[in-house]
């Protein structure tokens, strides 16, 4: 089997074979074929979100040159990290994200001393949507965030499982590799929940039918209700439930959230089919601001909700 000569940064010389992806006791093909199994579903850069196609010009260059100052095809780099050929092209073209484990193993063969690897943060902001990118910067600007939800739970606190059932079940259907994208994207906003991570403060209301409605099947919505009260236990998060049976709610216009910031501004959410209006004009986020008081006085207390959730889940346990 041929050896691939690799300089490294020191300017010492050391060889790569193709047998060094035979981990586990599997050959180099089936390596590599389960490592580019795993990458069909990469995303496609987003060469028309500016941002994104910035950072992964950058990126594609940097590991072009790493490669090519270690005197390597793109065949011969590709054998020794255990991907293909075409998938390496791709990468150094900016038409694929390339995984974490892709920089990392890069870093390794190329002997880059950490330097490729530590491009795996901005890497992994560039995978998600621009949107929801935009999104996550904002949530992490505010110090206030509020919801009502009454069609699904709030994409903050759901499991992955529900996410993935609610993303599937999306018409017209999302690709499998479009789940994925949305599954691991709505996933990564969810660190802001962490008390650790900020003074944050969440408040959500959530309607009655949304613990009902059986998305995923029964095992997938039971983890989903187990989620919300280990969520609802945590100090900075209030979860309040809105029962069906209340004969007003103030809710009935649809979902929405809030957003209040550290300059004292607030943007607010508006959900509907197909988009999500962006509100930062006083006099319309004033409106959500009120509603939203009102639908929390109408809703059950965070721990008259801790207790129906409670009976929820038992009911769907039986």
């Known amino acids: 089997m041929r050896s691939v000569a690799v300089r490294e940064a020191s300017g010492s010389v050391r060889a790569v074979r193709g047998d060094r992806v035979r981990a586990a006791g599997v050959g180099p093909g089936r390596a590599r074929a389960r490592r580019e199994g795993a990458d069909v579903g990469d995303w496609d850069a987003g060469l028309e979100d500016e941002e994104a196609g910035a950072v992964m010009r950058t990126v594609a260059r940097q590991l072009k040159l790493w490669r090519e100052a270690a005197g390597l095809t793109q065949a011969e780099f590709g054998a020794a990290i255990g991907y293909g050929e075409e998938l390496v092209s791709s990468v150094e073209r900016g038409r694929r994200i390339p995984r974490p484990e892709y920089l990392d193993s890069a870093d390794e063969v190329l002997g880059a001393g950490g330097r490729i690897a530590a491009m795996k943060k901005d890497v992994a902001e560039v995978r998600y949507p621009k949107k929801v990118r935009d999104l996550k910067k904002l949530e992490a600007e505010a110090v206030e965030l509020c919801a009502y939800n009454n069609s699904v739970v709030h994409g ?7 996410a993935r059932a609610v993303f599937s079940a999306r018409r017209p259907a999302f690709t499998e590799e479009e789940v994925d994208q949305q599954v691991a994207a709505r996933l990564a906003r969810q660190e802001i929940l962490d008390p650790a991570t900020g003074r944050r403060v969440f408040s959500f209301v959530q309607c009655e039918s949304t613990l009902r409605r059986p998305i995923g099947g029964r095992m997938v919505m039971q983890r989903q209700l187990e989620r919300l009260l280990e969520l609802a236990q945590q100090r900075n998060v209030d979860l309040q439930v809105l029962p069906l049976d209340r004969e007003e709610n103030s809710g009935t216009d649809g979902s929405f959230r ?17 988009t999500s209006r962006v509100m930062t004009n006083p006099k319309e986020t004033t409106v959500l601001d009120i509603r939203y008081g009102v639908i929390r006085a109408q809703a059950l207390s965070p721990r008259e909700s801790l207790a129906f959730i409670e009976k929820v889940l038992g009911e769907k346990g039986t």
């Open 156 to 162: 903050l606190l759901q499991t992955e499982e529900y």
């Open 258 to 274: 809030l957003l209040k910031l550290k300059d004292g501004a607030t943007v607010a959410f508006s959900e509907a089919p197909l």
